[in-house]
Each structure stands twice: as structure tokens, then as C-alpha cells.
């Protein structure tokens, strides 16, 4: 049993990562078999993880069609970021209101990491600290239940922002709101902070949904910037 449960759990975080990071197509057919064989398992435990990305919105099963990559439109990543908006604002709220200095200390890290990426030019480095931003706000607010809700939708999230062209310059004003949200916080205009951050989750929406009309493109390369 305890074999079966690791070969699902590895069937698991592979087909999950590869949805997050568009290795699979928005909309595409996830074949039970094919995965079965790229992973080296039986279809039994691809099925059972299916079942669970299903669970967790990132799989859609059609009874005699098959299991496919969730296909968000317009009105679905508006959802998305409306819930992230409302579990991020409150988060804030919260530890902002219960241990300032901590919550500032958990964004000043992920912000002057995506910095110091920014300016070599590790635009990857960079996307990973704007999620661990998120994360680790949500994080500081102590809420447990809050953190679940969270956790239910992060990955959801992560696949949408993986869609966004790697750009330098939205990446470089993502990191500029970040730090005006940090500096609304530690100047205690928690309510501002929180109208900034509502902000950026909805400028994310919009390009977002600009990159779904666009349909599917390529992520940039890694650009080392010389001198």
C-alpha cells in the first residue's frame, strides 16, 4: 500500500508540474496511458492522481472523453484573482496588525532577492521570488484556515502567471509594486498597502487575460544583460 501511495504522489507532483509550468497546454487531453509510460508506472496510479488534480481545478474529466488541462477564459481568471485579491488583502490585514516587523521581514527577502535577480538577469529567479512574495504574506498572516483557502487556488494561480510572456520590463514593475506595497506597510498605511496590492492582482488579471486572446506563445529566453 505504502508503494501504491508513493507512486501516486509521484504521479502526482509530476503531472502538477508540468500543468504549472505549461509543459501541458491549457485545454490539453492528459493521455492516462502515454503519462503512465513517460513516468514508468502503471495507469492506475496516473489515474488516481488525475482524479485529484481534478479536485484541485487543474484537471477537467469528461465522462467519455478523457481528462484534459484546465482551459480558463476571461471570466474564470477573473474569478481566480478576485479570491487571490480578497485571501491576499485580508492576509495582509491581519499580520500587518498582529507582527508588523515580521511581515516586513518576510517581504524584504523575496523583494531584494528579486532585485539582485532583476539586474543579472535571471528572469526565472525572478518569477520564483514574485510567487514567494505571495506566499510568504500569506504566510505571516498565522491564519491557518486562511492559508488553506490559499493553498487551494495557489497553484491554479502559478499556472496563469506561468503563461505571462518572461518580460523584463513587467517584471521590473511587478517588483516596484511589491515595494510600494513593503514601504505602505512599514510606514503603517496598512489600507493603502492593501489598495496597492489589490492593484497588482488585478493588473495581472488583465494581462492575464490578454495572453489567453493572444493564444499560446513561447517564453522568452534568459537574457544576461552585458557590462
Known amino acids: 500500500m505504502a508503494d501504491d501511495d508513493n507512486l501516486m504522489q509521484r504521479a502526482l507532483d509530476a503531472i502538477r508540474t508540468g500543468i504549472v509550468q505549461g509543459e501541458h497546454a491549457f485545454g490539453a487531453r492528459l ?13 492506475t496510479p496516473v489515474r488516481e492522481a488525475l482524479a485529484q488534480l481534478a479536485a484541485e481545478g487543474l484537471v477537467v474529466i469528461r465522462a467519455q472523453s478523457g481528462s484534459f488541462v484546465m482551459q480558463p477564459d476571461a ?16 492576509a495582509l490585514r491581519l499580520a500587518a496588525g498582529r507582527d508588523p516587523e515580521h511581515l516586513a521581514a518576510a517581504l524584504a527577502i523575496p523583494i531584494a532577492g528579486a ?3 532583476l539586474e ?19 504566510l505571516a498572516s498565522a491564519n491557518p484556515l486562511l492559508v488553506r483557502a490559499y493553498r487551494g487556488i495557489a497553484d491554479q494561480v502559478s499556472a496563469v502567471r506561468h503563461r505571462l510572456p518572461r518580460d523584463r520590463v513587467r517584471m521590473k514593475r511587478a517588483l516596484v509594486q511589491h515595494r510600494r506595497i513593503l514601504d505602505l506597510t512599514l510606514t503603517d498605511q496598512v489600507a493603502a498597502a492593501e489598495v496597492e496590492l489589490a492593484a497588482h492582482v488585478r493588473t495581472v488579471q488583465g494581462l492575464a487575460v490578454d495572453a489567453l486572446h493572444a493564444g499560446p506563445t513561447k517564453t522568452a529566453p534568459n537574457p544576461h544583460p552585458k557590462g
Do not use: K, N, P, Y
Open 115 to 117: 532585485t539582485m535577480a
Open 31 to 43: 493521455s492516462d496511458r502515454s503519462l503512465a509510460t513517460a513516468l514508468g508506472v502503471s495507469r
Open 120 to 138: 543579472q538577469g535571471d528572469l526565472v529567479r525572478v518569477e520564483a521570488l514574485d510567487e514567494t512574495f505571495h506566499e510568504a504574506l500569506v
Open 75 to 90: 471570466a474564470s481568471i477573473r474569478a481566480l484573482c478576485e479570491m487571490r485579491a480578497v485571501l491576499e488583502c485580508g
